[in-house]
């Protein structure tokens, strides 16, 4: 069994850095074939892919985020984490993180999600 845990800090202001981590315990950030994504769902709206790091470390980016957003990895703690600058109140929304495979990176687990509240 795998498990996601996201943390992150609830609140932010605007204009600040949000930095979020996806603790992962059952299975190795490093095991090939895998991906590790960050997902978020703001308040009305479907699911906005946000980034995704792959077990050798290579990253993607959703082009709409890219010049705000940063994944990166800790392999010796096996967790990985996102970064999003200069948020604002249409960041607000829960953030996953979960885990992919495959050619087609199909998500098998989700973390729960965390609320991140963008607000002064």
């Known amino acids: 069994q795998v498990l996601l845990q996201e943390s992150g800090p609830g609140l932010v202001k605007p204009s600040q850095t949000l930095s979020l981590t996806c603790t992962v315990s059952?299975?190795?950030?490093?095991?090939?074939?895998?991906?590790w994504t960050w997902i978020r769902q703001a308040p009305g709206k479907g699911l906005e892919w946000m980034a995704t790091?792959?077990?050798?470390?290579?990253?993607y980016y959703n082009p709409s985020l890219k010049s705000r957003t940063s994944i990166s990895r800790d392999t010796s703690k096996n967790h990985f984490s996102l970064q999003l600058s200069s948020v604002t109140p249409e960041d607000t929304a829960v953030y996953f993180c979960?885990?992919?495979?495959?050619?087609?990176?199909?998500?098998?687990?989700w973390g729960q999600g965390t609320q991140i509240t963008v607000s002064s």
């Open positions: 979960a885990r992919g495979y495959g050619l087609g990176w199909r998500i098998d687990y």
């Open positions: 059952g299975g190795s950030i490093t095991t090939a074939e895998y991906t």
């Open positions: 790091i792959r077990y050798d470390g290579v990253t």
